[in-house]
């Protein structure tokens, strides 16, 4: 019998794409909650052969890979400067990590160059093992939560062995603050909002390429989208329905926690928005607004910064 919730998940980055980075419990574990696990995803073919009997001919197991998805808690490092222990895995979803020492640490997506990681998977004594992983993630602020990212990441299938659960140091992982007035605050157009919610997406595509020469996890494209639920004030405070016909745009800027080393900030320098849905909570209209994150110099339509 072997217990669910004996989990452990390490993560790091790989110097070079598909070689074991041999990540370890003490320096690379990460604080994960619901996980789901495909162990060998990919695609069945059918050998399909006309013969004088009927009845099932079996399968072939092609494009072997492994798909691994969890959501980890949004937080500081504890010490403005210092990396988070999820920023290996924001690194493999096609982000560069800049630290700037004693003040800042920021990710924003390239388009060329994406790292990939080694994932160990360990569920109380039974270990996959994962190579040249890359993924994407999506990221929700919303009152009276805790904001959690959801990673989902694609790997070429290593080994799977009894092995024993390592020791897991998650002192890299501070404790969240859920979202509230008071450490929590949103900019979209140049003016504070009133938000029940934001929501956004990376978008990162990722391609399982199995070739003759070449296997790997590929990110092919990349688009930022994202949608806010806004409480509805007159035409005269914000026109949205006029903002989507004209094809405005506007920065967004979300700041959630208010120390050095518990600040986590969201910015977007361009975004358009979308078709507004009306609607209704606790009897409060609202708007749902959704967002496209465009670039304006670059690589630079969404920037997470942890300070």
């Not at 004996?6 to 370890?24: Q, R």
């Not at 640490?105 to 060329?112: D, K, L, R």
């Not at 977007?268 to 209209?285: K, T």
Request: glycine residues 10%; charged residues 20%; proline residues 5%.
């Amino acid at each position: 019998m072997r217990k669910a919730r004996k989990l452990a998940i390490l993560a790091k980055v790989e110097t070079a794409y598909g070689t074991d980075s041999v990540p370890t419990g003490t320096a690379d574990a990460i604080l994960a909650t619901d996980v789901t696990l495909t162990p060998l995803a990919g695609e069945d073919v059918a050998r399909d052969l006309l013969l004088p009997t009927l009845g099932h001919q079996g399968i072939e197991l092609t494009a072997n890979h492994l798909r691994l998805e969890f959501a980890v808690e949004c937080a500081g490092a504890g010490v403005a400067g210092d990396v988070p222990g999820y920023g290996a895995l924001l690194r493999a979803c096609g982000m560069s990590e800049t630290v700037t020492a004693g003040v800042s640490v920021a990710y924003q997506p390239v388009s060329e160059g994406e790292e990939s990681l080694s994932l160990y998977f360990n569920q109380d004594g039974v270990r996959h093992v994962a190579l040249g992983c890359r993924g994407t993630f999506q990221l929700e602020f919303a009152p009276k939560q805790i904001p959690r990212f959801r990673f989902s990441f694609w790997g070429l299938l290593g080994t799977v062995t009894d092995a024993a659960l390592p020791a897991a140091v998650l002192s890299a992982f501070q404790a969240p603050r859920p979202v509230s007035k008071a450490v929590t605050s949103l900019s979209l157009f140049g003016a504070s909002r009133i938000a029940e919610s934001l929501s956004i997406d990376l978008g990162a595509e990722i391609v399982p390429r199995f070739l003759i020469g070449d296997e790997r996890m590929q990110l092919t494209d990349r688009q930022v989208t994202g949608a806010a639920v806004l409480e509805a004030k007159t035409m005269a405070d914000t026109n949205w329905f006029a903002a989507a016909e004209a094809k405005t745009t506007g920065a967004l800027s979300l700041v959630h926690g208010t120390s050095a080393g518990h600040t986590i900030e969201v910015t977007a320098p361009r975004v358009q928005v979308g078709r507004p849905g009306q609607g209704a909570s606790d009897r409060i209209v609202n708007y749902q607004v959704p967002l496209m994150f465009l670039a304006n110099a670059g690589d630079d339509e969404l920037v997470l910064t942890i300070r």
